[in-house]
């Protein structure tokens, strides 16, 4: 792109200011104007135009200043010791800070999840579904996870919860275990015989083994690898081209062997059984079976290999447990691809927005496609470098690669830099929209659209006969999802046909990859057929792959720097009078030693006379300097108007001329009052926030209200500032959740909307920092703290001893109980130092000893008290609660719902469904700000539904405590979330597993929709048995720990259509273990179920200590709620549709 030239202007326009001749010629004009009749040489060895040109210049050095860099006139004297912010204090936030947000679309939480290590795409969709039945009995709204049998089906709604996220990740290729996206191994080895080298390619492909028996295949894999026969041993037990006959049943080896041959180009069955020894908590050994069934092989040799291989040389190979046999690959192949995905569970788990989660986090399904065609090519050209080239090509069709780019790259290609920068913050560098479109899921895979790829290649001429065939998991041909018909409707497949030639159904949520193994490619030159050598077809392949490969870029510049200044000497004056000629006396040679008194008299008149402009032009200079205490952040700047001193140093004879009174602080009283302070400094305030598009005018009406004007505009300086050096954070950060499964309970571990909201209502912005947790002298443990602002401050410091079992729990529980106790008036005790006459600010713990204060004197104690009530409403406000309902959906069937229809009547057109984008804020209701205050709590209301993202509706609870209702909430709400933490809800995928387990005996008839519907209604009516006994139990006020005491849940018999399975001894067994594995998983379920149950049915009863509406007073003035009288509050209006408060 064309620059044009920089040049120098051959006749520059100045500013005014800095137009020496210009301030010339209007001074004189000023002159004229005022003086004419008795001033008029205007020539310049007038004293009085000397003096004039003498300030004119004044007043361009000073415009000079101000040209200057803004960077100069901002930067320190001090170097920053960080190099990322070179301006400390100053509301300077970095492209990457500021313009960056927690992921909100789906293409942004696909963004997050690539930029890990170990994820090479990702997909997410909203399409899994919580569903539950709703219906009205007798006036009510009730809920059910199983659809009433007595109930018409035209009154039973179906509901499906809305925010719920299905993750798929295609995992990067590992250096040593290869693809972790699928569940393959392959073996190689070569067999020479007379006629040379056979090549034998062997392909394991393991089941689902996370669903046939999750737990124990946790264990394997947790296991230490090794070879010992006393801590591993496998055995492979079956061996058959149906998953009914075992090979090995045949007595003799001959005819193994001529088996094995008969089908050597089928899918085999195997079934392994590993014996293992697990290593318990105590270092003890346990030993433990794992048995793998129907995993498949296929083998791929030529005649030679075939005949040469024998079912005992195949059972060696495959009961290798060495680390290069099967079972120890797919073992490390695994537990490298589990921890890729818990990686991705991490980062979604920390980047969870509100009333948002996660119901499957899982790999991508991945759908093997074999290619073949006739290729002509030229004469010339090289077909191993043809082929690897068409290899390459299909990969790139199938899986698009998604590139990396540079900050320098996108800011060359002319890209805005808040386009950039729009997403989340990345570690490896900045992917572009178009590429993650063209990355998506595909449907289906066209063959032009290869052939257009391929006839790009150098050196083809034609692509015939083409065909694309798919393979499923288990590596056999998969029919029906060829070559569809379509006359307008919805496409029909012929259901025996295999190969497509022109279009291949891919199927929902899966991923497809070349399956090189099976495909064939026949090059031809000249009509002479051709076969490349595949050992350089590899070479060449690896050496395209390498050659497109753009790794993640872990080093490159993230960030735009911000622009450092050179600190300049800002503050230096030069005196105007010592600019004056030598003959005026007064400058740094005063007047000479034989000058009379007269004379000497006039210097000094003159001296005085100019120190009006001296002081004037030395503030403006002074003013400059201080520019960026102005804008500052700082909370002790206590000044916006800046003067300068003089003294004997800078002007000789000043002392000779200042009177008694010249001192800073005179001089900064005439300069600027406290009132007038308190309102520049403020509006500076005001300037910054508006940048952000913020502002704090209600709240600085109602604090005038409450405090009266300086005490409030003095409070509007901290809580503004506050809110400013919070702000990258609450700004990127303004709808994200907590993590529900890491570091509960801890400080910095909360809704975002929360920290935000609470900065809008004016609380500090404090945090604990626990230093030094050791054991107690007695049980539990002792916690060091200290509560510190973000000026590190300290508000409160001391230790106290809670009874826990580790520091990070001491911690948790410490600031839990801090929290409580900082409330209690009664944990006060102001302490009067009667050798100082000084009060502090001191803190009791349980024994009521003071053990914690606040480290500084007051002078009254009034001061104390004050700081006493601060620190009661900011604990106060720190208890509140932000619930996210669909938190508290079912987690399973069974699990607890939510009361939906508790007041009012009674209606399925949207309340139906309690759990859908909606949140409660359980507020202290006892602080006695809101309680004094009417207009406070309205205000606390409106900003609570202005922050609150405009797609939840939020509902505003302010609970009492005087009978403990808030308490009662607050421990149901974090004993649950313990319980909680524990489980991993997106493996428990009961559904899958219960499919699973009926898949393996189901009769050649049965379909998948039927096994998916027989699977939904087991475990809809085992779960509504569990459901009836929870609710029986909890209903009747039975503590968890007395459940089975009580009457101890019994599990109802599982059965199965005999369509499914018609063999009645299958049936049964089959039956059997389902409800082996629904018993042993919903015996855990019981606790985290029961105090779900718990939360929902407080969460539902909690009642607001506010009415929702007051008596009209016709002077009120305001809308929201149009029923007041004074203050009391009566009445039953209800709030605008898009919030609500009980």
Same mark, same amino acid.
């Given at each position: 792109?064309?620059?044009?030239?920089?040049?120098?202007?051959?006749?520059?326009?100045?500013?005014?200011?800095?137009?020496?001749?210009?301030?010339?010629?209007?001074?004189?004009?000023?002159?004229?104007?005022?003086?004419?009749?008795?001033?008029?040489?205007?020539?310049?060895?007038?004293?009085?135009?000397?003096?004039?040109?003498?300030?004119?210049?004044?007043?361009?050095?000073?415009?000079?200043?101000?040209?200057?860099?803004? +960077?100069?006139?901002?930067?320190?004297?001090?170097?920053?010791?960080?190099?990322?912010?070179? @301006?400390?204090?100053?509301?300077?936030?970095?492209? /990457?800070?500021?313009?960056?947000?927690?992921?909100?679309?789906?293409?942004?939480?696909?963004?997050?999840?690539?930029?890990?290590? +170990?994820?090479?795409?990702?997909?997410?969709?909203?399409?899994?579904?919580?569903?539950?039945?709703?219906?009205?009995?007798?006036?009510?709204?009730?809920?059910?996870?199983?659809?009433?049998?007595?109930?018409?089906?035209?009154?039973?709604?179906?509901?499906?919860?809305?925010?719920?996220?299905?993750?798929?990740?295609?995992?990067?290729?590992?250096?040593?275990?290869?693809?972790?996206?699928?569940?393959?191994?392959?073996?190689?080895?070569? !067999?020479?015989?007379?006629?040379?080298?056979?090549?034998?390619?062997?392909?394991?492909?393991?089941?689902?083994? %996370?669903?046939?028996?999750?737990?124990?295949?946790?264990?394997?894999?947790?296991?230490?690898?090794?070879?010992?026969?006393?801590?591993?041993?496998?055995?492979?037990?079956?061996?058959?081209?149906?998953?009914?006959?075992?090979?090995?049943?045949?007595?003799?080896?001959?005819?193994?062997?001529?088996?094995?041959?008969?089908?050597?180009?089928?899918? !085999?069955?195997?079934?392994?059984?590993?014996?293992?020894?697990?290593?318990?908590?105590?270092?003890?050994?346990?030993?433990?079976?794992?048995?793998?069934?129907?995993?498949?092989?296929?083998?791929?040799?030529?005649?030679?290999?075939?005949?040469?291989?024998?079912?005992?040389?195949?059972?060696?190979?495959?009961?290798?447990?060495?680390?290069?046999?099967?079972?120890?690959?797919?073992?490390?192949?695994?537990?490298?691809?589990?921890?890729?995905?818990?990686?991705?569970?991490?980062?979604?788990?920390?980047?969870?927005?509100?009333?948002?989660?996660?119901?499957?986090?899982?790999?991508?399904?991945?759908?093997?496609?074999?290619?073949?065609?006739?290729?002509?090519?030229?004469?010339?050209?090289?077909?191993?470098?043809?082929?690897?080239?068409?290899?390459?090509?299909?990969?790139? @069709?199938?899986?698009?690669?998604?590139?990396?780019?540079?900050?320098?790259?996108?800011?060359?290609?002319?890209?805005?830099?808040?386009?950039?920068?729009?997403?989340?913050?990345?570690?490896?560098?900045?992917?572009?929209?178009?590429?993650?479109?063209?990355?998506?899921?595909?449907?289906?895979? /066209?063959?032009?659209?290869?052939?257009?790829?391929?006839?790009?290649?150098?050196?083809?001429?034609?692509?015939?006969?083409?065909?694309?065939?798919?393979?499923?998991?288990?590596?056999?041909?998969?029919?029906?999802?060829?070559?569809?018909?379509?006359?307008?409707?919805?496409?029909?497949?012929?259901?025996?046909?295999?190969?497509?030639?022109?279009?291949?159904?891919?199927?929902?949520?899966?991923?497809?990859?070349?399956?090189?193994?099976?495909?064939?490619?026949?090059?031809?030159?000249?009509?002479?057929?051709?076969?490349?050598?595949?050992?350089?077809?590899?070479?060449?392949? %690896?050496?395209?792959?390498?050659?497109?490969?753009?790794?993640?870029?872990?080093?490159?510049?993230?960030?735009?720097?911000?622009?450092?200044?050179?600190?300049?000497?800002?503050?230096?004056?030069?005196?105007?009078?010592?600019?004056?000629?030598?003959?005026?006396?007064?400058?740094?040679?005063?007047?000479?030693?034989?000058?009379?008194?007269?004379?000497?008299?006039?210097?000094?008149?003159?001296?005085?006379?100019?120190?009006?402009?001296?002081?004037?032009?030395?503030?403006?200079?002074?003013?400059?300097?201080?520019?960026?205490?102005?804008?500052?952040?700082?909370?002790?700047?206590?000044?916006?108007?800046?003067?300068?001193?003089?003294?004997?140093?800078?002007?000789?004879?000043?002392?000779?001329?200042?009177?008694?009174?010249?001192?800073?602080?005179?001089?900064?009283?005439?300069?600027?009052?406290?009132?007038?302070?308190?309102?520049?400094?403020? /509006?500076?305030?005001?300037?910054?926030?508006?940048?952000?598009?913020?502002?704090?005018?209600?709240?600085?009406?109602?604090?005038?209200?409450?405090?009266?004007?300086?005490?409030?505009?003095?409070?509007?300086?901290?809580?503004?500032?506050?809110?400013?050096?919070?702000?990258?954070?609450?700004?990127?950060?303004?709808?994200?959740?907590?993590?529900?499964?890491?570091?509960?309970?801890?400080?910095?571990?909360?809704?975002?909307?929360?920290?935000?909201?609470?900065?809008?209502?004016?609380?500090?912005?404090?945090?604990?920092?626990?230093?030094?947790?050791?054991?107690?002298?007695?049980?539990?443990?002792?916690?060091?703290?200290?509560?510190?602002?973000?000026?590190?401050?300290?508000?409160? +410091?001391?230790?106290?001893?809670?009874?826990?079992?580790?520091?990070?729990?001491?911690?948790?529980?410490?600031?839990?109980?801090?929290?409580?106790?900082?409330?209690?008036?009664?944990?006060?005790?102001?302490?009067?130092?009667?050798?100082?006459?000084? $009060?502090?600010?001191? $803190?009791?713990?349980?024994?009521?000893?003071?053990?914690?204060?606040?480290?500084?004197?007051?002078?009254?104690?009034?001061?104390?008290?004050?700081?006493?009530?601060?620190?009661?409403?900011?604990?106060?406000?720190?208890?509140?609660?932000?619930?996210?309902?669909?938190?508290?959906?079912?987690?399973?069937?069974?699990?607890?719902?939510?009361?939906?229809?508790?007041?009012?009547?009674?209606?399925?057109?949207?309340?139906?469904?309690?759990?859908?984008?909606?949140?409660?804020?359980?507020?202290?209701?006892?602080?006695?700000?809101?309680?004094?205050?009417?207009?406070?709590?309205?205000?606390?209301?409106?900003?609570?539904?202005?922050?609150?993202?405009?797609?939840?509706?939020?509902?505003?609870?302010?609970?009492?405590? %005087?009978?403990?209702?808030?308490?009662?909430?607050?421990?149901?709400?974090?004993?649950?979330?313990?319980?909680?933490?524990?489980?991993?809800?997106?493996?428990?995928?009961?559904?899958?597993?219960?499919?699973?387990?009926?898949?393996?005996?189901?009769?050649?008839?049965?379909?998948?929709?039927?096994?998916?519907?027989?699977?939904?209604?087991?475990?809809?009516?085992?779960?509504?048995?569990?459901?009836?006994?929870?609710?029986?139990?909890?209903?009747?006020?039975?503590?968890?720990?007395? $459940?089975?005491?009580?009457?101890?849940?019994?599990?109802?018999?599982?059965?199965?259509?005999?369509?499914?399975?018609?063999?009645?001894?299958?049936?049964?067994?089959?039956?059997?273990?389902?409800?082996?594995?629904?018993?042993?998983?919903?015996?855990? @379920?019981?606790?985290?179920?029961?105090?779900?149950?718990?939360?929902?049915?407080?969460?539902?009863?909690? /009642?607001?200590?506010?009415?929702?509406?007051?008596?009209?007073?016709?002077?009120?003035?305001?809308?929201?709620?149009?029923?007041?009288?004074?203050?009391?509050?009566?009445?039953?209006?209800?709030?605008?549709?898009?919030?609500?408060?009980?």
């Amino acid at each position: 792109m064309s620059q044009s030239p920089k040049t120098i202007a051959k006749h520059p326009v100045l500013e005014p200011a800095a137009d020496f001749y210009r301030l010339r010629r209007d001074g004189i004009g000023f002159i004229e104007q005022m003086a004419s009749r008795l001033w008029t040489d205007y020539n310049t060895h007038d004293p009085g135009i000397t003096t004039l040109e003498v300030l004119c210049y004044a007043i361009t050095d000073l415009a000079y200043r101000m040209e200057w860099d803004i +960077k100069d006139i901002l930067a320190p004297e001090t170097l920053s010791t960080d190099p990322a912010m070179p @301006y400390p204090n100053q509301a300077f936030f970095t492209a /990457r800070e500021i313009l960056t947000i927690n992921p909100v679309t789906t293409d942004d939480f696909r963004r997050l999840l690539i930029d890990l290590q +170990k994820i090479r795409n990702a997909w997410v969709e909203c399409s899994c579904k919580t569903s539950y039945y709703a219906w009205c009995d007798k006036g009510q709204l009730r809920l059910s996870c199983q659809q009433p049998l007595d109930i018409s089906p035209s009154t039973v709604k179906k509901v499906s919860s809305l925010g719920l996220y299905e993750v798929s990740l295609e995992l990067e290729a590992d250096p040593e275990q290869g693809d972790l996206n699928d569940r393959k191994v392959e073996y190689s080895s070569i !067999f020479h015989d007379a006629d040379g080298a056979h090549s034998t390619i062997m392909e394991l492909r393991f089941p689902a083994l %996370n669903l046939a028996d999750g737990e124990l295949w946790q264990l394997f894999l947790e296991g230490a690898e090794s070879t010992d026969d006393e801590l591993l041993y496998v055995t492979l037990s079956r061996l058959g081209a149906t998953k009914t006959y075992n090979v090995f049943s045949e007595s003799q080896e001959e005819n193994r062997d001529t088996y094995l041959r008969n089908h050597w180009r089928t899918v !085999f069955y195997l079934d392994f059984t590993i014996d293992f020894t697990h290593i318990l908590a105590d270092k003890s050994q346990k030993k433990e079976t794992l048995h793998i069934n129907n995993a498949t092989l296929r083998v791929y040799s030529d005649v030679s290999a075939k005949t040469a291989m024998t079912t005992e040389v195949l059972k060696t190979i495959l009961e290798n447990k060495r680390s290069d046999g099967f079972i120890q690959r797919y073992r490390r192949k695994a537990k490298a691809a589990q921890a890729a995905v818990q990686s991705a569970k991490l980062a979604l788990l920390s980047h969870r927005n509100l009333d948002e989660d996660y119901c499957v986090v899982t790999v991508v399904g991945i759908e093997e496609v074999a290619v073949c065609a006739d290729v002509e090519v030229k004469p010339d050209a090289d077909i191993e470098w043809v082929q690897a080239r068409i290899w390459f090509e299909i990969e790139q @069709y199938f899986n698009p690669s998604i590139r990396f780019y540079t900050l320098q790259e996108l800011l060359e290609e002319g890209d805005a830099v808040e386009e950039i920068f729009n997403g989340p913050e990345l570690n490896c560098g900045f992917i572009k929209a178009d590429d993650l479109e063209k990355a998506s899921l595909k449907t289906e895979l /066209r063959v032009s659209d290869i052939i257009n790829r391929l006839m790009d290649i150098e050196g083809v001429i034609a692509v015939n006969r083409m065909l694309l065939t798919k393979y499923d998991a288990e590596g056999n041909v998969v029919k029906g999802a060829a070559d569809p018909e379509s006359n307008g409707a919805a496409p029909k497949f012929d259901p025996h046909k295999t190969s497509a030639s022109w279009v291949l159904s891919v199927s929902k949520q899966h991923q497809p990859r070349l399956y090189r193994n099976a495909s064939r490619f026949l090059f031809y030159k000249n009509g002479l057929p051709f076969l490349p050598r595949m050992d350089e077809v590899f070479d060449t392949l %690896n050496q395209l792959r390498g050659e497109a490969e753009r790794p993640k870029l872990n080093s490159v510049d993230k960030d735009l720097c911000i622009p450092t200044g050179t600190c300049r000497e800002r503050e230096d004056y030069y005196p105007l009078q010592y600019s004056l000629p030598l003959v005026y006396g007064i400058g740094p040679e005063g007047v000479p030693a034989h000058a009379s008194a007269l004379r000497r008299a006039q210097a000094k008149q003159m001296k005085s006379y100019l120190m009006l402009f001296e002081q004037m032009l030395a503030n403006a200079v002074v003013q400059l300097a201080h520019t960026a205490d102005l804008f500052s952040l700082d909370p002790d700047i206590r000044q916006s108007y800046f003067v300068k001193m003089f003294s004997e140093k800078l002007i000789k004879g000043f002392d000779d001329i200042k009177g008694d009174n010249y001192t800073k602080e005179a001089l900064e009283g005439i300069t600027e009052t406290l009132p007038e302070f308190f309102q520049r400094r403020n /509006r500076f305030l005001d300037h910054l926030l508006a940048r952000f598009g913020e502002q704090f005018s209600e709240y600085a009406l109602l604090l005038n209200t409450v405090y009266g004007t300086q005490v409030a505009l003095d409070r509007l300086i901290d809580d503004k500032i506050s809110f400013l050096k919070a702000y990258p954070v609450i700004s990127h950060d303004r709808a994200k959740a907590f993590d529900y499964h890491h570091g509960l309970f801890l400080q910095e571990n909360q809704s975002c909307i929360k920290k935000r909201i609470s900065l809008l209502l004016g609380y500090p912005d404090l945090t604990f920092f626990f230093t030094g947790t050791h054991p107690a002298y007695g049980p539990g443990y002792t916690v060091p703290f200290e509560l510190k602002d973000k000026n590190n401050k300290i508000w409160l +410091k001391g230790k106290i001893t809670v009874p826990a079992l580790t520091p990070e729990e001491a911690e948790t529980d410490a600031f839990r109980e801090l929290l409580v106790r900082m409330y209690q008036p009664h944990s006060y005790h102001i302490v009067h130092k009667h050798t100082t006459g000084l $009060f502090q600010l001191a $803190f009791k713990d349980k024994t009521r000893k003071l053990n914690s204060a606040y480290p500084l004197l007051f002078s009254k104690k009034a001061d104390a008290e004050e700081l006493q009530k601060e620190l009661q409403a900011w604990s106060a406000n720190e208890r509140l609660i932000v619930v996210e309902h669909l938190l508290l959906r079912p987690k399973f069937p069974g699990d607890a719902l939510y009361p939906a229809c508790t007041e009012g009547g009674c209606i399925t057109c949207g309340d139906e469904d309690p759990y859908s984008f909606r949140l409660t804020f359980v507020m202290p209701g006892w602080m006695t700000l809101y309680t004094d205050n009417l207009e406070l709590r309205r205000f606390a209301e409106r900003t609570i539904r202005e922050e609150t993202p405009a797609h939840l509706l939020g509902k505003t609870c302010w609970v009492g405590n %005087n009978d403990g209702q808030f308490d009662r909430f607050e421990e149901a709400w974090y004993h649950w979330l313990t319980v909680n933490s524990t489980f991993d809800w997106t493996e428990e995928r009961l559904q899958e597993r219960v499919e699973w387990i009926l898949a393996s005996s189901l009769t050649t008839t049965a379909s998948e929709t039927s096994a998916y519907q027989c699977a939904a209604d087991i475990l809809a009516a085992y779960g509504m048995e569990f459901f009836r006994w929870m609710e029986e139990r909890v209903m009747a006020g039975i503590v968890f720990d007395k $459940f089975d005491e009580t009457a101890p849940f019994i599990p109802p018999a599982v059965s199965i259509p005999q369509e499914l399975i018609e063999d009645e001894e299958t049936n049964k067994s089959t039956a059997q273990s389902i409800k082996n594995f629904l018993d042993s998983r919903y015996s855990t @379920y019981k606790e985290v179920s029961c105090r779900l149950w718990n939360v929902v049915n407080l969460l539902s009863k909690l /009642r607001n200590i506010y009415p929702v509406a007051t008596l009209h007073d016709c002077d009120a003035g305001s809308d929201i709620n149009p029923v007041r009288l004074d203050n009391t509050a009566l009445g039953g209006s209800s709030l605008s549709s898009s919030s609500e408060t009980t």
